[in-house]
């Protein structure tokens, strides 16, 4: 998969199938979109292209009273779009001179500039350009006029849930993940680099890898602790993660802790990915180091039972 900052960096008017988005998140309906877009490029003998913003336009249009944090950051993006058998993502930059771009102006003054476009593959309620002008009708009608085919990708039925990025957020924000995981068709994950801590879980027997965000504009599940893997140079480790204020010992910061539950692991010298499998239970001020060991037992027995059945 070859990788574009912007579209005007496309060289040569490759022919190509198209598809434009956000894509936070990249669950099962942009997965459904994706698959659209190589089954088409392979009917037309065509190139498939993915073209996403960064910011995403989400963010750029959140104000300091409404911080947009992202579910894919556009590093995921990258890594899980490289996964497929895309030939091409571009990476657009979301400005306010973009933001200004009329839907029109954006498929016949930029998308049919640099690309030879022979058909667009969009989702049943996306919408694009200025003011959100641009959707499926808008398409239809642009469509006679400069000759290219469309395609729109029908919702995906599913009984429990609401596969949309709005859903995740909601779902992230009450520590639901395994109805994340659903909705995501993969384990939802946070990356970060180790960090020195305050030694407080080692001196209770359940030593922490202490994880700092690779991005800071990646959202947070609600506060708690969840049964996790940890991938620690290409090595996954079970294990169960805090996320909190350790409000026992009065902690003021927030952060994300993972007791790695079937081996000690030191001196980290690489990146992690903590990936989240299920709900523990909330954060909660304990009475003593006591009581808050014997939760720990209690949780980690939790974490060993679930693998085993996950497993077997």
């Given at each position: 998969m070859e990788i574009i900052n912007n579209i005007n960096n496309i060289k040569n008017k490759i022919p190509a199938v198209v598809t434009v988005g956000n894509f936070d998140g990249i669950h099962l309906g942009h997965k459904e979109v994706i698959n659209s877009l190589l089954e088409e490029s392979k009917r037309l003998n065509v190139k498939s292209?993915?073209?996403t913003f960064n910011p995403s336009s989400k963010e750029y249009f959140a104000n300091d009273n409404n911080d947009v944090k992202l579910i894919t950051t556009i590093e995921e993006k990258k890594k899980i779009f490289s996964n497929t058998?895309?030939?091409m993502l571009v990476i657009q930059k979301f400005?306010?001179?973009?933001?200004e771009i009329s839907s029109k102006d954006f498929i016949e003054n930029m998308l049919m500039k640099y690309i030879d476009v022979k058909e667009i593959v969009l989702g049943y309620s996306h919408t694009f350009g200025k003011?959100?002008?641009g959707d499926g009708k808008l398409l239809r009608k642009l469509s006679k006029i400069n000759e290219f085919e469309i395609k729109v990708v029908e919702k995906i039925k599913n009984n429990d849930y609401n596969i949309n990025s709005t859903n995740l957020r909601s779902l992230l924000a009450t520590g639901e993940i395994e109805k994340v995981n659903n909705i995501l068709g993969r384990n939802f994950i946070l990356n970060g680099k180790v960090i020195s801590g305050k030694q407080r879980g080692r001196n209770l027997g359940f030593p922490t890898i202490n994880l700092e965000q690779?991005?800071?504009?990646?959202?947070i599940p609600k506060i708690g602790a969840y049964i996790v893997e940890v991938s620690i140079n290409n090595i996954?480790?079970?294990?169960?993660?805090n996320i909190g204020y350790n409000p026992t010992f009065n902690g003021k910061e927030l952060s994300i802790e993972v007791h790695i539950i079937d081996g000690d692991i030191k001196n980290i010298d690489s990146d992690v990915a903590v990936k989240f499998h299920s709900w523990l239970r909330d954060e909660k001020k304990f009475e003593n180091e006591e009581k808050l060991i014997e939760q720990l037992k209690n949780d980690k027995k939790k974490c060993e039972e679930y693998f085993f059945h996950k497993n077997n």
């Amino acid at each position: 998969m070859e990788i574009i900052n912007n579209i005007n960096n496309i060289k040569n008017k490759i022919p190509a199938v198209v598809t434009v988005g956000n894509f936070d998140g990249i669950h099962l309906g942009h997965k459904e979109v994706i698959n659209s877009l190589l089954e088409e490029s392979k009917r037309l003998n065509v190139k498939s292209i993915l073209i996403t913003f960064n910011p995403s336009s989400k963010e750029y249009f959140a104000n300091d009273n409404n911080d947009v944090k992202l579910i894919t950051t556009i590093e995921e993006k990258k890594k899980i779009f490289s996964n497929t058998k895309l030939d091409m993502l571009v990476i657009q930059k979301f400005n306010k001179e973009f933001a200004e771009i009329s839907s029109k102006d954006f498929i016949e003054n930029m998308l049919m500039k640099y690309i030879d476009v022979k058909e667009i593959v969009l989702g049943y309620s996306h919408t694009f350009g200025k003011n959100n002008d641009g959707d499926g009708k808008l398409l239809r009608k642009l469509s006679k006029i400069n000759e290219f085919e469309i395609k729109v990708v029908e919702k995906i039925k599913n009984n429990d849930y609401n596969i949309n990025s709005t859903n995740l957020r909601s779902l992230l924000a009450t520590g639901e993940i395994e109805k994340v995981n659903n909705i995501l068709g993969r384990n939802f994950i946070l990356n970060g680099k180790v960090i020195s801590g305050k030694q407080r879980g080692r001196n209770l027997g359940f030593p922490t890898i202490n994880l700092e965000q690779t991005s800071s504009r990646k959202i947070i599940p609600k506060i708690g602790a969840y049964i996790v893997e940890v991938s620690i140079n290409n090595i996954v480790y079970n294990g169960m993660c805090n996320i909190g204020y350790n409000p026992t010992f009065n902690g003021k910061e927030l952060s994300i802790e993972v007791h790695i539950i079937d081996g000690d692991i030191k001196n980290i010298d690489s990146d992690v990915a903590v990936k989240f499998h299920s709900w523990l239970r909330d954060e909660k001020k304990f009475e003593n180091e006591e009581k808050l060991i014997e939760q720990l037992k209690n949780d980690k027995k939790k974490c060993e039972e679930y693998f085993f059945h996950k497993n077997n």
